[in-house]
T-cell receptor
Framework: ETGVTQTPRHLVMGMTNKKSLKCEQHLGHNAMYWYKQSAKKPLELMFVYNFKEQTENNSVPSRFSPECPNSSHLFLHLHTLQPEDSALYLC?????????????FGPGTRLTVL | AQSVSQHNHHVILSEAASLELGCNYSYGGTVNLFWYVQYPGQHLQLLLKYFSGDPLVKGIKGFEAEFIKSKFSFNLRKPSVQWSDTAEYFCAVNGMGYGGSQGNLIFGKGTKLSVKP
């Protein structure tokens, strides 16, 4: 266990559904991240939050909507997704939004879009 | 665009064999370098990191990596692998001052290591 939990671990949804992914960290960190891990592709950074403020949106389509109500919780709201959005979505946290801070990863949510 | 290349997609070794996984990055400035490992069914975890100082970095479980600035490389090594090292290994780079906020990591595609008992 890294102190970063993600729910659900698996999610199957249709293209018209709305669902949310949840991430929680128990490490006292102030920065949180969403990554997308697709087969045979590098891990892709999606969003970065530092002290609840979004500091990075890596050209992510608007059908992905992040929310960070506090430094311990991060959500990814999903709506009208496409089959190519099927992937493992990883959450990570670090002490602050600095390059020398180690990022701690959660176990991921395996998303399948039908 | 900045990128990270990992030369091998899948490496198969017998126990006690030596390991070297290649990692090259494209960025001309100051970099911080990381190797992460993902064991089957487990989360990504940090194996080792380089920020400055001695370019030979030692990590957990007997792994080490050498930063060669002139070659833009950060290869991972282990003298004698064990079956329990079977995992996927990811090289990641953070270039100071690029990619938006400084916390951003650029990952390679990963190398799967299978160690035969």
């Amino acid at each position: 266990e890294t102190g970063v939990t993600q729910t659900p671990r698996h999610l199957v949804m249709g293209m018209t559904n709305k669902k949310s992914l949840k991430c929680e960290q128990h490490l006292g960190h102030n920065a949180m991240y969403w990554y997308k891990q697709s087969a045979k592709k590098p891990l892709e950074l999606m969003f970065v939050y530092n002290f609840k403020e979004q500091t990075e949106n890596n050209s992510v389509p608007s059908r992905f909507s992040p929310e960070c109500p506090n430094s311990s919780h991060l959500f990814l709201h999903l709506h009208t997704l496409q089959p190519e959005d099927s992937a493992l979505y990883l959450c990570a946290s670090s002490l602050r939004d600095f390059s020398y801070n180690e990022q701690f990863f959660g176990p991921g949510t395996r998303l399948t879009v039908l | 665009a900045q990128s990270v290349s990992q030369h091998n997609h899948h490496v198969i070794l017998s126990e006690a064999a030596s390991l070297e996984l290649g990692c090259n990055y494209s960025y001309g400035g100051t970099v911080n370098l990381f190797w992460y490992v993902q064991y089957p069914g487990q989360h990504l975890q940090l194996l080792l990191k380089y920020f400055s100082g001695d370019p030979l970095v030692k990590g957990i479980k007997g792994f080490e990596a050498e930063f060669i600035k002139s070659k833009f490389s950060f290869n991972l090594r282990k003298p004698s692998v064990q079956w329990s090292d079977t995992a996927e290994y990811f090289c990641a780079v953070n270039g100071m001052g690029y990619g938006g906020s400084q916390g951003n990591l650029i990952f390679g595609k990963g190398t799967k290591l299978s160690v035969k008992p």
